[in-house]
């Protein structure tokens, strides 16, 4: 009795110990910067010369554009932030003379548990989940969906020759169908379904999820034509480098989700970027 009593003790210690790591794991996420208020202030800037610099006070995250994985508007913005739910910080980023276009959204957060985002990356820190092996893409017609949703053959190649194991912030400008093709709900339900396999791929291969959420608002619209058409949400996962994206293509649950991208996304931009 005794022994079975010492069991269950340390049994239930394990337990307890097993659910604080996963709360501390959660809790230190890059994400929960962010995830402090339920609706924050998207930035999207251009500046004028490489040389000056994006002045975001403030900012919960600022990172610098790499290159466009995925859609037509490649170059054109240099600089994205996050910040809180300050209107008067729009004002101010406007009146920046250093910056030739801006564009400001308010963005309502997706709710991801802390927790889950702690259960995820544990698994993968005690090689539960592993980052595949096999050979990367080395062309678009090795990448299942539709064409104008993938990168092109020069963007992939950009993210091969890209320094190894620098970890990469992915932004995505997501615009969904008004309906989605194959069922009866609308797009963006179609593409929750596809996020939700997508978000344990990331973690698998040793991402991190940073944000997500629906616009609300344009606080300040962009100059440019190209970007004046309507966003719906936007999201950022971090990748350990630029590949780690392609190598999500070999889980199998993963592949099967990419149907639920295709019938809800109408539209995307991925930008890869480097914090600071």
């Not at 508007?73 to 910040?83: R, V």
């Not at 985002?117 to 005690?126: E, Q, S």
């Not at 991402?207 to 949400?233: C, K, S």
Request: charged content about 20%.
């Amino acid at each position: 009795m005794n022994i079975a009593i010492i069991g269950l003790a340390i049994l239930g210690a394990f337990i307890v110990l097993a659910i604080v790591a996963v709360g501390v794991t959660g809790r230190r996420q890059p994400s929960q910067r962010i995830y402090r208020h339920a609706t924050v202030l998207f930035v999207a800037a251009r500046r004028r010369d490489a040389d000056t610099r994006f002045d975001a006070d403030g900012a919960l995250w600022t990172s610098r554009t790499l290159f466009t994985l995925i859609g037509a508007e490649d170059g054109y913005w240099t600089d994205f932030a996050i910040l809180p739910p300050d209107l008067s910080a729009a004002s101010r980023l406007s009146t920046q003379v250093n910056l030739s276009d801006l564009f400001v959204a308010e963005v309502e957060l997706t709710p991801v548990p802390a927790f889950a985002l702690g259960v995820l990356r544990l698994r993968h820190r005690l090689g539960l989940t592993r980052r595949p092996t096999g050979p990367l893409p080395t062309a678009v017609d090795h990448i299942d969906g539709q064409p104008e949703l993938l990168p092109t053959a020069e963007s992939i190649a950009r993210a091969q020759a890209y320094v190894p194991r620098t970890p990469v912030t992915m932004v995505n400008f997501l615009e969904y169908h008004a309906r989605a093709r194959g069922d009866a709900k609308d797009g963006r339900d179609a593409y929750l379904r596809y996020g939700r396999e997508a978000f344990k791929a990331v973690h698998a291969v040793g991402g991190q999820f940073l944000f997500a959420g629906r616009i609300t608002a344009v606080l300040v619209q962009p100059q440019n034509p190209g970007w004046q058409r309507e966003w719906d949400d936007l999201a950022a996962m971090i990748y350990p480098d630029p590949t780690a994206i392609f190598a999500m293509e070999q889980f199998p649950f993963y592949r099967r989700a990419l149907g639920d991208r295709d019938e809800g996304l109408k539209r995307t931009c991925v930008i890869a970027t480097r914090t600071y």
